[in-house]
Each structure stands twice: as C-alpha cells, then as structure tokens.
C-alpha cells in the first residue's frame, strides 16, 4: 500500500526519493558525498516544516491515515492483553475496544476508540465513531476495572460520536453522560491520552481522569474545524481559520489548564515510528500511574471532581 503523504510532506518526500534513486547507483558510482549533503538537508527541512505546523496541519497529522491507533500502542506497549467485549445490553460496538493488559508489571484496564486503516476496516469500525453500546462497554470494563482494583487508561482518537438515527434512539446522549459521571466517581486511578483526533462528547465519553495527556501532534475540542467553519462561514472553506480560533492543539491546552502534559512524538509525527512513540507513550503512562496509585481513592474522586469543575472558570 502506498505511503499517504500530506501537502506540508511533499517536499521532504521529494528529496528522500532522490536519495534513494542515488543509493541504487551507488554500486557503480560514488555518490557518498552527495547523498551525504543531501540526507543533512533532508534532516533540516524536517526540523523547519515540523517546528512551524500550523493549527490545521496538525490536526492534518492527528488524522493521518499512517498514525499508530488504540490497537497499535497495546500491541508495542502491553503484555497479556485479553479483548472484553459487549455491553451485555445490545451488542459489541467495534469503534470502541478494550481489555485487561500489563504495562511491564502493572496490571491495567486500557480502553480506545479504534479506527480502520482501509475501506473494510473503516466499516467494520464505524470509522472510529462509538454507538451507545460502545459507551455502555466501556463503563463495564471501567467498572471491572474498579472490582479488581486496576488502573484504568483510555485512549481517544474519534472523530465524534455516531450521529445516526439508530444510535439516538438508543440513548447516545444518555450513554455519555453517564460515563461523565461515572467516571467521575471511579475509585481508581484514571489516564486519559488524546492519541489521535478528539472531538466532542464522542471523545469526552471516555475522557474524565486523573490526568489528561496529549500526544504532541492531536487534537482536542467541542467540535471539528469543518463543522466549525461550516456553522461560522457556511462553508468548509474556513477550516484553517476555524483550527486556529478554536486553540484545539496540545499548548493551547496546556495554556488553558485542560491537558496536564504534551508526549513529544519523533520528528515527523508517530506515525514516522509508531513503535518509538509507543515506547514514549509507555513510560509517561507508568511515570504517572506511579504518581497516582499513592493517592487514596477518596481523594482520587476528590481532586477529579474539582480538576473538572474548574474548566472553563475566568477572569477578565
């Protein structure tokens, strides 16, 4: 399958091609020098291009079809992990997965949403966009979770809820905001990392915690640049303008008091080297689950209540 490549990408996949078409000749010529020279530029270009990322390309990188989702980090990050599934209500919702895993030693309930990477897939996934009962799945497993006294890690990377008739008449509204307040009250540590796109209730479904990270190239908001756009301008046209005035990426965030650290990813974005990013994804998680598991469940609920109480507060 062809490598996808965004717009801002061109020019440093230009240069990689050129490099590798030297490489082919390098038996009968050499062109050691010249590779050299141009592997060095291909290096700073990267560095310039990735240092200066607009509000949309980033949001352009959170949805790139190569990105490492729910699926990937279990597999590079956890051991043992055993797949739980349906809601024991109506069914199994596949945009929605997740299981007990091992994190080294540390047992762990890890949930996210799950995405395709073609046509089938995609459908299989409803493109990563949760029903009612994939809500309703993850509260089971979080409540699991609380029995046996187990860490719980969610990962959010939707492009929204599922809008259809079918899901409303089965109460997606009510589904999440039930997880809303059950997750407030769970007595046991919570992780909350933004690995992809995060948008609206579909992603604040699974999004209360202890801690909320954000992976360097995601984004996170009430709603997507284009429906942002199409509702301000009437068009998508004004997508870029809408990415910027929403303060959707990881510094914004972090400014606004709602994420409470960035993982930085390689140069490139994850999905330049998905097992890497895993890695750093990996060790962040274990670094402040060890910070958390000394807090006693009560003041856990506490100081979740109030960290969520006071989004949104302001002063002019």
């Known amino acids: 399958m062809a490598k996808a490549v965004l717009e801002f990408e061109k020019p440093i996949v230009e240069l990689e091609r050129r490099i590798e078409e030297m490489k082919r ?148 509204a009510e589904a999440i905001a039930r997880n809303l307040f059950e997750m407030s009250h769970l007595p046991v540590p919570i992780i909350v990392v933004i690995i992809g796109e995060g948008a609206s209730g579909g992603a604040l479904g699974i999004g209360v915690g202890d801690r909320i990270l954000m992976m360097e190239n995601t984004w996170y908001s009430v709603i997507s640049p284009e429906s942002c756009s199409s509702i301000l301008w009437r068009s998508w046209e004004y997508k870029e303008q809408a990415a910027e005035a929403l303060k959707l990426t990881a510094p914004d965030l972090v400014e606004q008091g709602i994420v409470d650290r960035i993982i930085p990813e390689p140069l490139g974005g994850a999905h330049t080297n998905p097992p890497q990013s895993a890695e750093i994804l990996k060790a962040v998680i274990l670094d402040e689950l060890k910070k958390l598991k000394k807090i006693s469940p009560e003041k856990l609920v506490e100081k979740r209540i109030d960290k969520f109480g006071k989004m949104g507060e302001f002063e002019e």
């Open 25 to 172: 000749y390098s038996e009968s010529l050499d062109v050691s020098e010249e590779i050299g020279i141009l592997e060095e530029k291909v290096n700073q270009l990267r560095k310039t291009i990735y240092a200066g990322l607009t509000w949309w390309q980033k949001v352009q990188l959170a949805r790139h079809p190569d990105r490492p989702y729910t699926l990937d980090y279990i597999g590079f990050m956890t051991t043992d992990f055993v797949e739980l599934h349906g809601d024991r209500t109506f069914g199994d919702d596949r945009a929605i997965v997740g299981g007990f895993a091992r994190l080294d030693d540390e047992p762990v309930m890890i949930i996210g949403h799950q995405k395709g990477r073609d046509t089938k897939s995609n459908l299989f996934r409803n493109f990563g966009m949760p029903n009612p009962e994939g809500y309703r799945k993850a509260l089971r497993l979080m409540k699991l979770a609380a029995k046996f006294k187990r860490p719980v890690i969610t990962m959010l990377d939707t492009p929204g809820a599922y809008p259809g008739l079918e899901a409303e008449e089965r109460g997606q």
